[in-house]
């Protein structure tokens, strides 16, 4: 299984859309996790961003442990109308 993640952000659907194959991930907020993940292989899902969060934010993503456990933390960037969020 590969730990791969690509993100999207459509702002006219204020959604991140995440595509990937890994086991599983949590999108959090500072110490708030606003959704988990478990995904068993290749796929794409959509969710809705909360409106406390801007779709014009970097991405990072962070490995937290051994068995794929991704942390996503928006930050401050350069907003356009679709784009590939930047993963630092």
């Known amino acids: 299984m590969f730990n791969e993640i690509s993100l999207y952000v459509d702002d006219d659907d204020k959604v991140v859309i995440i595509s990937g ?4 991930i949590n999108i959090v907020e ?3 996790c606003i959704k988990k993940l478990i995904p068993t292989g290749r796929f794409e899902t959509k969710i809705p961003l909360p409106s406390r969060i801007d779709p014009t934010k970097k991405v990072k ?6 068995i794929s456990l991704f942390k996503i933390t928006f930050t401050k960037g350069e ?3 679709k784009r590939r969020l930047s993963i630092e």
Not at 21 to 24: A, G, W
């Open 79 to 81: 907003g356009y109308k």
């Open 21 to 24: 194959e890994y086991k599983n």
């Open 61 to 66: 993503i962070e490995k937290v442990d051994a």
């Open 30 to 32: 500072g110490n708030h």
